[in-house]
Nanobody, 116 residues
Framework: VQLQASGGGLVQTGGSLRLSCRAS????????MGWYRQAPGNQRELVAT???????NYADSVKGRFTISRDNANNMVYLQMNILKADDTAVYYC???????????WGQGTQVTVSS
C-alpha cells in the first residue's frame, strides 16, 4: 500500500485546512485508516483514526475541531482541521493498517504550520 498525503500549508490561528490521503489500492477492506503527526522534538502521535465500518477515534487535543472521513470508492482519506492552533503545527502522516495483524503503512507526510 502506497499513501500520498497532501493539503498541508501555512495557515493563521483559527483557520482551517483539509488534508487528503490517496491510497494506491482499494481501502474498502482496510481495517483502520488514520492520521498521525510529529512536531519537532516530539514523538509521532495519533491524531485520528477511522475503521472500515466508519467508527472514529480522536486525540483529546483535536476533539471537536478535526474530522476524519474516508471515501472508499476513491481510495481517499481526509482530515478536516478547523480552529487550528499553533500547537497543531507538525508534519502530518497518513497511515493504513490493512488488518489487526498486519504492519502499518505510512505516507510521506505533509507539513502543517499554524502561525499566531
Amino acid at each position: 500500500v502506497q499513501l500520498q498525503a497532501s493539503g498541508g500549508g501555512l495557515v493563521q490561528t483559527g483557520g482551517s485546512l483539509r488534508l487528503s490521503c490517496r491510497a494506491s489500492g482499494s481501502i474498502a477492506n482496510t481495517h483502520v485508516m488514520g492520521w498521525y503527526r510529529q512536531a519537532p522534538g516530539n514523538q509521532r502521535e495519533l491524531v485520528a483514526t477511522i475503521t472500515r465500518d466508519g467508527r472514529t477515534n480522536y486525540a483529546d487535543s483535536v476533539k471537536g475541531r478535526f474530522t476524519i472521513s474516508r471515501d472508499n470508492a476513491n481510495n481517499m482519506v481526509y482530515l478536516q482541521m478547523n480552529i487550528l492552533k499553533a500547537d497543531d503545527t507538525a508534519v502530518y502522516y497518513c497511515n493504513a493498517k490493512p488488518s489487526p495483524w498486519s504492519i502499518s503503512y505510512w505516507g510521506q507526510g505533509t507539513q502543517v504550520t499554524v502561525s499566531s
